[in-house]
């Protein structure tokens, strides 16, 4: 296969996956999933269009899995996102100036706005703003699968982050780039993503929830999440003097309900209150760039 790997650009792949289509939708797709010889992150070729992606997006909440809208609709989900909050507010000083890329419906954006009310949020996504992003944080339309769309935004930040958006593009390398471009001079971007190197990802193959073809257009590892942000350094004018990498991999904050909602034990999931959560390595990275 000659594809370009979307994280460290070596074009030599090996075939993963052929003919997948989406779990939910059968219609999105076939796809065939390739696995980069050198970093071992996944891509998806051929990629769908932007008007197909436009499509599918445009009627999401018909292509989430039963577990997912069950866990959406009790509030199983509230221990994750509370975690990727306090693991993002710990890389904020305090005052500091941070935005969400990718925001979605704000679930994020929320937490930490409530909990640091002295620091100034930006919300980034398409479309019109969300109702759940709160009046003090600031909503600026874009289309992160266009290029350029962060060179008309003016404002420099101490926190740059992005939680389960980095998989969505169908450019992450040009992603990384735009996001390390908000970075302001001593601050950090940082994006939370799966990892197709973890032991989730090996164990479960196609039983992974991070499993979704044609919705999650690429999944890095480790090595090509820093390989990705070295590129978006060079292309931002950076050099090692001016920026430090790293990836670790994260244990996060998963409701026990939720769990069991994935593993489609239901009637045990009932029973099980929303706020009972524990730290489970599911196969979680987050990638960090810090500027000097």
């Given amino acids: ?40 992150s996944l891509g998806t070729s051929p990629l769908p269009t932007l008007s197909r992606l436009a499509e599918f997006y445009s009627s999401y909440r018909d292509h989430r899995p039963d577990w997912y809208n069950a866990a959406l609709k009790d509030n199983a989900l509230s221990s994750q996102y509370q975690f990727y909050a306090r693991f993002l507010m710990s890389h904020l000083r305090k005052g500091g100036t941070w935005a969400d890329v990718g925001a979605g419906h704000g679930e994020v954006s929320s937490i930490i706005s409530s909990q640091l009310p002295k620091s100034a949020g930006t919300a980034i996504d398409i479309g019109e703003r969300p109702k759940g992003i ?28 992005a939680v389960a ?28 993503t799966p990892d ?7 164990v479960l193959g196609k039983r992974w929830p991070y499993f979704e073809p044609g919705e999650h257009l690429s999944i ?5 999440a820093i390989a990705c942000l070295h590129r978006a350094a060079v292309k931002s004018g ?39 959560a524990a730290p489970l390595p599911t196969g979680i990275l987050a990638a960090i760039a810090q500027r000097a």
């Fill in 196 to 202: 197709n190197g973890s032991l989730a990802a090996k």
């Fill in 220 to 224: 890095p590892t480790r090595a090509g």
């Fill in 238 to 276: 950076l050099d090692e003097k001016h920026v430090s990498i790293a990836a670790r991999r994260l244990s996060v904050g998963y409701s026990i309900r939720y769990v069991l909602q994935v593993l489609r034990v239901k009637r045990i999931a009932k029973l099980v209150p929303t706020n009972l």
């Fill in 165 to 192: 958006v980095w998989e969505h593009v169908v450019n992450p390398a040009q992603f990384a780039a735009e996001s390390l471009s908000l970075v302001a001079e001593g601050g950090k971007l940082i994006l939370i």
């Fill in 1 to 40: 296969m000659t594809i370009e790997c979307p994280y460290c650009g070596l074009r030599a792949a090996k075939l993963k996956h052929q003919g997948v289509h989406h779990k939910v939708d059968p219609t999105f797709g076939p796809f065939d999933l390739l696995e980069c010889q050198r970093c071992g």
């Fill in 134 to 161: 709160p009046d003090a944080v600031e909503y600026i339309p874009k289309d992160l699968n266009k290029g350029g769309w962060a060179s008309s935004i003016a404002q420099k930040f101490d926190l740059v982050f």
